[in-house]
């Protein structure tokens, strides 16, 4: 089993920069994929960008350009690295680990752009 746990959400500033860190624990193997989702009030949860140990890397749409996910193959750990952030990225934000047809969830923490 693994455990995903997030990190470093709070209330930044428009134009702010914020980084938040994903760790999983519980598993001797290392998670094929890892991303980060988010979901604001009323909304569908998205996907914010994803990383696979083969090098694929895919970020939304709303995002590109400002955020960066990154990745250390060797363990099952993930960052975000968000720029430049908008009052409309305030949501939840959640870690995502895939292996072996199955999906793990971290928690989630509150990212909130506001003046």
């Known amino acids: 089993q693994v455990q995903l746990v997030e990190s470093g959400g709070g209330l930044v500033q428009p134009g702010g920069s914020l980084r938040l860190s994903c760790i999983g624990s519980g598993s001797y193997f290392r998670l094929h994929v890892m991303g980060w989702y988010r979901q604001a009030p009323g909304k569908q949860r998205e996907l914010v960008a994803s990383t696979s140990l083969s090098g694929d890397i895919n970020y939304g749409d709303a995002v590109k350009g400002r955020f960066t996910i990154l990745r250390n193959n060797a363990d099952n750990r993930a960052y975000l690295q968000m720029t430049n952030l908008k009052p409309e990225d305030t949501a939840v934000y959640s870690c995502?680990?895939?292996?072996?047809?199955?999906?793990?969830w971290g928690q989630g923490t509150q990212v909130t752009v506001s003046s």
């Open positions: 995502n680990g895939q292996w072996a047809g199955k999906d793990y």
